[in-house]
């Protein structure tokens, strides 16, 4: 046999023996990942039916489709090298290192005298070897557990949910598809509001971020979830309301109003502002002005009665700026808080004192132009023939009452929108509300539907007592049981005075309720700074309002 | 009986077998067991080196390296080391001769001039002494009034030590004790080998022993062992041994880096080696494996060890460190 044939042979058993002994590894590694995936399994498997799951079907290929990628990635690491592969050659048919030291010196081009010598032996020895000889280690022990452990963990997969997590998820389910109805139901009402309303309060109205916000609202399997979705949301349109807030100038309109009843030409516009109808006030106060144009008597008499109803009007909007004076420095302080509040609240709050201000501005500039056009139009009464100055005179004057009582009709206008339009914010806040506690009221109704007893309208024969139709608690949440067919049951109903003695009821009900209110609470709570100060002023107008009844 | 010079390597590997084999019967018909130790006193002798045998009185030391001597056919010296032995007694001194009538110095060789020297209880001679000897060993010639006289071709000393009676002995110290190729220890013999002692010595018919080489055959076995190649991994593993010796080295295990103060030197890893081919000739093979190195470890370290107080104190022996720096290379 030639050196090279020999040298092949050699290699050629080298190579065989490598590839064998790397396929037992890949088997080694593949049954030893197996099984350590299906120890993971069985942990993850057991988890979830500890917990009352059932066995997400996902995790049974990801597992396996792992502990492959392990099982592939320690072949690729542990993988026999040529120069492994004679070692381990060497070792199991205890060669003495015969294989590794030929090849080696053969690589390292060491040729020694003995070499042909020692290739020859190696060669004889290899020759009588084979490959099916190399001693692999049984692997069956590990094979069964890993399929013992696989199937283990395949039957835990088979288990479905307890009671409890199907509860749960039908609660979740049922609660998703509640918030779903119900934020159809407001995307519906909120669409039907902005269309019937007018455009002056859908300018009012920012329709488009109510819209977005309407279209933010998720259905959430999640009840707390759900009731913060929409508390967060009813907050946001309080907010919106709030900047709607006119209510100094409604006071003011309510004092002008008050100061009107005295004056039986204005009392239907003392009605229409006490009635807050504004845009009816406005009407009626386009409707009397006077203009130049028109006969001196009816000008005289539509003066008249503008006077009248401007003087009281100016007398309220003083009044109620002395007053606002006085108290100036309680305003200054609930201002100076007020800073320290939300950004949009102080920025909702000045300019509601800048409109109210405006009003007071406007009540006393009418009553201003109305005076100079009541100089003007009586001094065109005395001077009548020398009507060219007079007349010219009297329709400046007249126009600019005009303008004046068109801007104050105009601001009117705008106050009825405004009121018309937090009233429909309002109304949406209501419904918020109700959606809150319909969703609460409703889950609670459908967990306490299992919570036992008879259906509505049906009692409880001790004669016939039947174990699935056992108790009617009667609001009593403890329940006695008795063997069945051992004898009637014998049960007892505890009574107590209200409001005294301890409640027997369910503590994780009981605590899971006053979870829910006091989240509720909580987020209505946090009201904005400028729904404060409005309700601080309603109040402080009340008080006034009495003690004005009280010191006539 | 001498091997041809020109003889192929498969001729020389086989006669180095041969003649091994040969040797070892003929010593085995007088020495009963103690199969390793004539081995491992053999593979001293053709690597060149020499052997301390320690071991009680009556084991057969004597008899061993005689019945070596006779199967050689190799000159044999006894010299019983005492405390008031001089290295001239050794080594040998010029003395005055007078030969036709004129008065000269001429050198007396002393017992050194052999083949194979029993040093017997070495360690009860004056280190000065010992000294003389292991500077024999080492150089294979002796100096005396500045003229080298060298020694016969091969030249063994085994020497003997006792390792219980330590009263008025001198211990060796560590640098004479690495001249040592082999550290041995003879054990008793187990009653079936006391038996055939018995039998061997107690019958009117001693055992005799032939020659089965000669001292050239021995110095050609030396160079055909130096021709047996040793693989890379094969060497790294031999040095990786002795280097673990040393608590220094970072993969020494804990067992050296607690009980050893200082570990084998390079002249062990050149025993070892040396000794490792031996084996793999006398094992029919013609590489060096790794089993050749541990096999023969222990002898060739056991007396390069030197322990530290804590391995004093604690007992700890040259097999149990050896062993364990084997495991750590398995």
């Known amino acids: 046999m030639t050196q090279q044939a020999r040298e092949t042979s050699v290699e050629h058993f080298v190579r065989t023996a490598r590839r064998r002994l790397n396929g037992h590894l890949a088997w080694r590694c593949v049954r030893g990942s197996l099984l350590g995936g299906a120890a993971v399994m069985l942990v993850i498997a057991l988890s979830y039916v500890a917990r009352g799951h059932s066995v997400p079907g996902l995790w049974y290929p990801a597992v396996l489709a792992a502990s492959l990628a392990v099982a592939a990635g320690t072949w690729v690491s542990r993988r026999l090298g040529g120069e492994q592969a004679e070692l381990v050659i060497d070792r199991c048919f205890d060669l003495r290192d015969a294989v590794s030291s030929l090849r080696g010196l053969e690589r390292a081009g060491r040729r020694g005298p003995l070499h042909d010598l020692h290739a020859a032996q190696v060669r004889q020895q290899v020759s009588r070897l084979h490959v099916h000889d190399l001693p692999t280690p049984p692997g069956h022990r590990l094979t069964a557990a890993a399929i013992g452990l696989a199937l283990l963990a395949g039957g835990l997969g088979l288990i479905g949910p307890g009671a409890a997590v199907r509860q749960q998820q039908a609660e979740a389910d049922r609660t998703r598809q509640h918030t779903q109805q119900i934020n159809e139901e407001l995307d519906r009402y909120v669409r039907e509001m902005l269309a019937g309303a007018p455009k002056n309060e859908t300018d009012l109205i920012d329709a488009a971020e109510l819209r977005q916000w309407v279209e933010q609202l998720e259905a959430q399997p999640q009840l707390h979830e759900a009731l913060r979705q929409y508390a967060r949301f009813q907050q946001r349109v309080s907010r919106m309301s709030v900047a709607l807030d006119r209510q100094r100038d409604e006071a003011l309109l309510d004092e002008a109003a008050h100061r009107l009843q005295d004056v039986p030409e204005a009392r239907h516009l003392a009605e229409q502002l006490e009635q807050k109808r504004y845009r009816d006030a406005a009407e009626r106060l386009r409707g009397e002005q006077p203009t130049p144009e028109q006969e001196l008597e009816e000008q005289r008499d539509r003066l008249d009665r503008l006077r009248q109803a401007s003087r009281r009007m100016a007398e309220a909007a003083r009044s109620m700026r002395g007053r606002r004076a006085g108290s100036g420095g309680s305003d200054s302080t609930s201002g100076g808080s007020g800073a ?16 109210d201000d405006e009003l007071a501005g406007l009540l006393e500039e009418l009553d201003e132009a109305v005076d100079a056009y009541d100089e003007a139009l009586a001094e065109y009464e005395l001077i009548e023939s020398q009507a060219g100055d007079a007349l010219a005179r009297l329709e400046e004057v007249g126009d600019d009452a005009g303008r004046r009582l068109q801007r104050l009709s105009e601001h009117l206008d705008e106050l009825d929108a405004a009121r018309l339009a937090r009233r429909r914010l309002q109304a949406l806040r209501r419904r918020l509300a109700e959606a809150q506690s319909e969703l609460a009221r409703g889950s609670a109704s459908a967990r306490l539907a299992d919570a036992g007893g008879l259906e509505a309208g049906r009692d409880a024969n001790p004669d016939s007592m039947d174990r699935e139709h056992d108790t009617l608690d009667e609001g009593q949440l403890t329940k006695l049981t008795g063997q069945r067919s051992d004898g009637p049951a014998l049960r007892s109903v505890e009574s107590a005075d209200s409001g005294t003695g301890v409640a027997r009821r369910d503590f994780d009900e009981q605590a899971q309720a006053f979870e829910r209110q006091v989240e509720s609470f909580v987020q209505r709570e946090d009201v904005p700074e400028p729904l404060r100060d409005g309700v601080r002023s309603y109040f402080q107008s009340i008080h006034e309002a009495f003690e004005k009844q009280v010191s006539r | 009986m001498t091997q041809a010079v020109d003889t ?30 004539i081995d491992h006193v053999l593979i001293a002798i053709i690597c060149g ?50 030969r036709d009538g004129a008065k000269s110095f001429a050198f007396q060789p002393g017992p050194v001039f052999c083949n194979i020297l029993l040093a017997d209880e070495i360690n009860r001679a004056t280190p000065k002494t010992q000294s003389a000897l292991l500077e024999t060993m080492q150089e294979k010639a002796v100096t005396v009034a500045g003229q080298t006289h060298r020694l016969d071709e091969p030249f063994f000393v085994l020497a003997t030590q006792n390792p219980i009676e330590q009263d008025g002995t001198y211990r060796l110290p560590e640098a004479q004790l690495d001249r040592f190729f082999f550290k041995l220890h003879l054990e008793l013999p187990d009653h079936d080998e006391l038996a055939l002692i018995l039998e061997r010595t107690g019958g009117l018919d001693l055992p005799r022993v032939e020659q089965a080489a000669t001292g050239q055959d021995i110095l050609a076995m030396g160079r055909t062992l130096r021709q047996v190649a040793i693989e890379q991994r094969v060497q790294d593993h031999l040095i990786h041994l002795v280097r673990r010796t040393h608590p220094t080295s970072g993969q020494a295990p804990e067992v050296v880096r607690k009980y050893v103060r200082h570990g084998a030197s390079p002249r062990a890893a050149q025993t ?4 490792a081919r031996a084996r793999a000739l006398l094992e029919g093979r013609f590489h060096v494996a790794r089993a050749d190195i541990d096999a023969l470890a222990l002898p060739a370290l056991r007396h390069r060890l030197i322990f530290s107080f804590e391995g004093e104190a604690e007992g700890i022996t040259a097999e149990r460190i050896v062993s364990q720096v084997i495991e750590t290379l398995a």
């Open chain 1, 340 to 355: 320290g509040g939300t950004g949009d609240g102080a920025g909702d709050r000045g300019a509601g004192e800048t409109v």
């Open chain 2, 8 to 37: 192929s390597p498969a001729e020389s590997v086989e006669h180095f077998a041969k003649r091994f084999e040969q040797i070892r019967e003929q010593v085995s018909r007088y020495i009963v067991g103690q199969r390793q130790t």
């Open chain 2, 272 to 275: 070892l080696l040396a000794a």
């Open chain 2, 49 to 98: 080196g020499h052997v301390l045998l320690e071991g009680v009185p009556g084991l057969g030391k004597t008899a061993l390296v005689h019945a070596i001597a006779h199967a050689l056919d190799l000159r044999f010296r006894r010299v019983q080391f005492t405390p008031d032995l001089l290295p001239a007694d050794i080594v040998g001194s010029n003395i005055i001769t007078e």
